[in-house]
């Protein structure tokens, strides 16, 4: 089923509540996106719906609308422990997103209860919130969603309060398969009833996720979107920036409205007007380099992703268009812009602040074991790496240690000449570091105490040692009393007053 082209929610085929309507226009949403057109009758039709659209094409609104709408239709109210509807989703940045959305439409609906089930919590919380609150609509991580159909024990009968389950949704199913959560996803279904509606949504598929359509969905109706209009580009990289957290510090210093992340960040979560993504380490997975392009351009607004390479990984732009048919454009050299060279801005962070000279340290390291690590190694080769450029990228104040580095020619680096041992942290953490310099480590502490009670043992050892000596003479004193009185060599009265003088010394 082909998705049309935009339209107005007024003229979707359905109607949809005035609590509904109401919201969308509240949060300025005038339009549908292809996917959205095509999802949100079919799914409100009672119709099980396996979705193929790219990431940033509405699919949290497609699947949302229709979660809410078919729970507003019952006949019977559900009670607060009565759970109507779980969305599962792959990571809790995106639950949580998921969730902020949600509780928008339930505002103007108070008769349903939300819960949001992520893992970082006591599930103990999670518990004691659902029985006191409840949760028609529950948008939940699969780990800790199965850890609570666990807790019988503690007073909560999931597998009983799913009964009236109307509406399953499996968001991001490739991801929630790569992730491993595939034995997680069976569990959970096998607690589901059959007469329920079930939407699969996904960016990409799979053998897997196929597997999984099949298991889960009755006769579904299959929607692909792939319309995008991303601007994807090459360009070729003298590796200049820094990785994580390095980065943070870098950019708070010498650049604004820059939002540095990992790839927990690349995978459906919506954050408004992203101009550019770029992405500095090209992708160990191919399929997240599309994820990581989609937190541009999102639902029909334009923008562009660029990948940063060295001249020889060229092949890596071919790999990505066979791989997910994306073709990807050299971005040339820019002229007449003004660029700034931070490289002497940064060394001289480093020679004032020692975190950040040890972060830079670590993020070289980073960036040197994630070529050896990265599923293209015929691409992104640790041999062909210009050690030396990449160090004065990095901003090193010098090189560190590492196997990679070994028999490795490094010209163009040159060490900055200065006694390491005296570069200070800033002054905060300076004086935390000098207290700790101070005190006892923890590992002396801890072999002190040993021999402090080893010691002690010795001591009782030796104490216990002695007294049975001395109770063994007294034995043997009295030992030989009874002999004596045994063979007539004393009498009576002389072995009581030997052996009560034997006892009193």
């Not at 040197?368 to 210009?386: A, G, M, N, P, T």
């Amino acid at each position: 089923m082909a998705a049309s082209s935009e339209k107005t929610w007024t003229e979707l085929p359905v109607k949809l509540s005035a609590h509904v309507t109401d919201t969308l226009t509240d949060l300025k949403f005038k339009y549908m996106t292809p996917v959205q057109a095509a999802c949100i009758p079919a799914f409100m039709g009672n119709k099980d719906v396996a979705v193929e659209a790219v990431t940033g094409s509405g699919k949290t609104l497609a699947f949302l609308i229709p979660v809410l709408e078919l729970l507003l239709k019952r006949t019977e109210r559900l009670k607060k422990r009565e759970i109507g509807a779980i969305i599962i989703t792959p990571t809790r940045e995106l639950a949580l997103q998921i969730d902020e959305v949600l509780s928008e439409f339930v505002k103007r609906i108070p008769k349903l209860k939300t819960l949001l089930l992520i893992g970082g919590t006591n599930p103990i919380i999670d518990v004691n919130k659902f029985l006191d609150i409840g949760g028609n609509i529950i948008t939940a991580t699969p780990g800790r969603l199965v850890d609570l159909f666990h807790r019988k024990q503690d007073g909560i009968d999931l597998a009983s309060y799913v009964r009236t389950l109307e509406v399953l949704v499996l968001d991001e199913a490739d991801k929630l398969l790569d992730l491993g959560f595939e034995n997680s996803i069976n569990e959970i279904l096998s607690y589901m009833p059959k007469q329920r509606r079930t939407g699969l949504f996904s960016a990409t598929q799979t053998d897997e996720v196929e597997k999984l359509i099949r298991a889960g969905l009755r006769n579904p109706v299959r929607i692909t979107v792939k319309e995008k209009q991303t601007k994807s580009q090459v360009t070729q990289r003298t590796p200049f920036l820094l990785k994580n957290y390095y980065w943070v510090r870098i950019f708070k210093a010498v650049y604004f409205g820059v939002m540095v992340c990992t790839d927990v960040m690349a995978r459906g979560i919506d954050i408004l007007d992203v101009e550019w993504v770029i992405q500095y380490d090209p992708p160990t997975s191919a399929t997240a380099f599309v994820h990581r392009c989609g937190r541009t351009a999102r639902i029909g607004k334009a923008g562009n992703a660029l990948v940063l390479l060295t001249p020889n990984e060229d092949t890596y732009i071919e790999f990505i268009a066979i791989n997910q048919r994306v073709p990807l454009q050299k971005c040339d050299a820019l002229e007449d812009l003004e660029v700034v060279d931070v490289l002497e801005i940064l060394k001289k962070m480093s020679m004032k602040d020692r975190a950040v000279f040890e972060k830079g340290t670590r993020a070289f390291v980073s960036f040197v074991q994630f070529y050896s690590k990265h599923e293209c190694k015929l691409i992104f080769r640790v041999k062909d790496l210009d050690f030396g450029r990449l160090a004065r990228g990095f901003a090193l104040l010098k090189l560190p240690k590492m196997p990679e580095l070994k028999g490795k020619n490094v010209s163009g680096f040159q060490s900055v000449d200065m006694d390491y041992n005296l570069l200070k942290y800033q002054k905060q953490r300076e004086n935390k570091r000098k207290m700790m310099e101070q005190s006892v480590p923890w590992s002396k502490q801890k072999e002190k105490k040993k021999k402090k009670q080893e010691r002690k043992l010795k001591k009782e050892r030796k104490r216990k040692h002695q007294f049975d000596d001395e109770d063994l003479n007294d034995l043997s004193k009295d030992i030989r009393l009874m002999k004596k009185l045994k063979s007539g060599k004393i009498s009576k009265e002389q072995f009581d007053e030997q052996f009560e003088e034997t006892n009193k010394e």
